[in-house]
């Protein structure tokens, strides 16, 4: 089972990017998704996550301009990020909790994608 990030890339603040991550391989089930990101010199913290429902939670920051959404038919859970502001610069990175064909459970974490916003 392996995570693949896209999406990530340099705008100019109030613009808009959407990140995307992609579960695949010997896959059952997929239960929560969730975006983390971290900044130069900063913890990492958790952006957005989405339950296998649907129920989505977003840190205080981002609330009202990302919206966390995923696709199940294709293990797919994306991040659309607006109004992004300079301090949302950062490596972000997708982990999925998921169990294998043979039931296993599994937390994986896709490679980071660096979003830059910048003038």
């Known amino acids: 089972v392996q995570l693949q990030a896209s999406g990530g890339g340099l705008v100019q603040p109030g613009g808009s990017l959407r990140l995307s991550c992609a579960a695949s391989?010997?896959?059952?089930?997929?239960?929560?998704q969730s975006w983390y990101r971290q900044a130069p010199g900063k913890q990492r913290e958790l952006v957005a996550s989405?339950?296998?429902?649907?129920?989505?939670n977003y840190v205080d920051s981002v609330k009202g301009r990302f919206t966390i959404a995923r696709d199940n038919a294709k293990n797919t859970v994306y991040l659309q990020m607006s109004s992004l502001k300079p301090e949302d610069t950062a490596v972000y990175s997708c982990?999925?909790?998921?169990?294998?064909?043979?039931?296993?459970?599994?937390?994986?974490w896709g490679q980071g994608t660096l979003v830059t916003v910048s003038s």
């Open positions: 391989g010997s896959i059952f089930s997929v239960n929560a």
């Open positions: 989405i339950t296998s429902s649907g129920k989505t």
């Open positions: 982990n999925t909790e998921l169990f294998d064909t043979s039931r296993r459970y599994v937390n994986i």
